[in-house]
């Protein structure tokens, strides 16, 4: 079971007007695949805050996996990706191009996303979209394949051959 927290980017709903509705389409999913939400958070897109609540969770060992939503626009203040890349130890480029490939099926504008994952210390972050339809989207399509990278990661499996 792996320890999986939720980080969502949200200038309206950190100040409640509007309804963070992504993180229960996460937790949703993660827990009908066996991992344990272990930490919510609804903060505003403040660059210094996402990367301090990132290093936090990853330093303390709070989660294997952070999921975050939102802030992987276009607009000024989007910027989870960018705090993201700045607090990892190393990339997984893999996993948001999985991702945006597999959404570009769905919709052309997939190509916008700005979507980063990495990894810091022992644990994976990887940033999903903002909107609902396309978290569902997203984490259907890479979550049977997480497992595998996760276990290497946590210490439980050590082959990768096949």
Known sequence: MFRTAIVCMS???????????????IEKIVTEK???????????????LIKETLKNICDNNEADLILTTGGTGFAKR??????????????????????????M??????????AAAGIRKSTLIINMPGSPKAVDESLSFIID?????????????SDCTR
């Not at 309206?12 to 509007?18: I, L, N, P, Y």
């Not at 066996?34 to 505003?44: D, E, M, Q």
């Open 145 to 157: 394949s997480l497992s595998h990278g996760l276990e290497i990661l946590v210490g439980s499996a």
């Open 78 to 103: 989007d910027v989870t990706p960018e705090a993201t890349l700045e607090i990892v130890d190393k990339i997984v480029p893999g996993i948001p191009e999985a991702i945006r490939a597999y959404s």
């Open 34 to 48: 066996g991992y344990k939400v272990v930490k919510k958070i609804l903060i505003p897109d403040e660059y210094e």
């Open 105 to 114: 099926s769905i919709t052309k504008r997939a190509m916008l996303s700005r």
């Open 11 to 25: 200038d309206k709903g950190a100040r409640g007007e509007r309804e963070d509705l992504s993180t229960k389409v």
